[in-house]
């Protein structure tokens, strides 16, 4: 399959933690509480907030904190009710962007991500807009220093993966949306554990980014929608130059 996300290499390169700016808890905590209220507050009959829990308990988040946003999403406690959203638009060089929110106030979060837009050349567009360009897939994603590709291939196919990737550091396997987690449940009876378990939106068809100025405005756009407040997740189309990449590593 081509065209994998080319955004999750270069902001495992470039992007400072979101631990860092103090805005990881927040998103995990909205993860939990709506994979609670989608899937009930079991976690082992809730794939989904099972992943997100061990996410949190991953990143250090006290159990306290995992269990009152448990209960938030099955109403057992008060608490905001949170809305997933998805948005699309362009970038600057015409990269086509998706931007995967959680959100307890959609005029808040659009007006926001308009703005974002338009202030690093791009501009946010109508649902459907850039949308045709990708297929969403469930994503898994391992560590290439410690899993072979051929092993993980193997694991793959018999899990019933549909495609494995391999990338300079890390391998992805993708996976049919409703399969991701029962794949992942076949690499667990081997022993061998994801860096991150997801889902991705992956283009079909990509964009080339030339030169370094226009790169560095993708990059610059896509960290500051990733640093909001309600953004989970962000997919753009784009590819570069490895050369170039590494320069903008290297700043």
Do not use: C
């Not at 990881?24 to 079991?42: C, D, H, P, Q």
């Not at 449940?185 to 068809?205: A, C, L, M, Q, W």
């Amino acid at each position: 399959m081509s065209g994998h996300n080319k955004w999750s290499k270069v902001k495992r390169i470039k992007a400072p933690l979101d631990a860092k700016r103090g805005k990881l808890f927040t998103k995990l905590i909205k993860e939990i509480t709506v994979s609670a209220r989608l899937g009930g507050g079991n976690a082992d009959g809730n794939p989904r907030l099972r992943q997100a829990i061990q996410l949190a308990r991953d990143s250090s988040m006290p159990k306290e904190n995992i269990e009152r946003a448990v209960a938030k999403g099955t109403g057992e406690i008060d608490g905001e009710h949170f809305d997933e959203a998805v948005y699309e638009g362009y970038g600057p060089g015409g990269v086509a962007v998706i931007v995967e929110a959680t959100t307890d106030n959609k005029n808040r979060t659009v007006n926001d991500l308009r703005l974002l837009f338009k202030a690093n050349g791009g501009n946010l567009g109508e649902a459907g807009s850039v949308a045709w360009m990708f297929e969403r897939h469930g994503q898994l994603v391992f560590d290439s220093k410690q899993n072979s590709e051929d092993t993980l291939m193997e694991v793959a196919i018999r899990s019933g993966a549909q495609d494995v990737a391999a990338a300079d550091d890390h391998v992805e396997v993708l996976t049919a949306t409703n399969d991701v987690y029962r794949v992942k449940e076949g690499f667990d009876r081997v022993g061998i554990h994801p860096t991150s378990v997801g889902f991705s939106f992956v283009p079909k068809n990509t964009v080339p980014v030339l030169d370094k100025e226009t790169a560095e405005k993708v990059i610059a756009m896509l960290h500051e929608l990733e640093d909001h407040d309600d953004v989970q997740h962000v997919h753009a189309n784009f590819v570069m130059d490895s050369k170039l990449l590494a320069s903008l590593s290297n700043q």
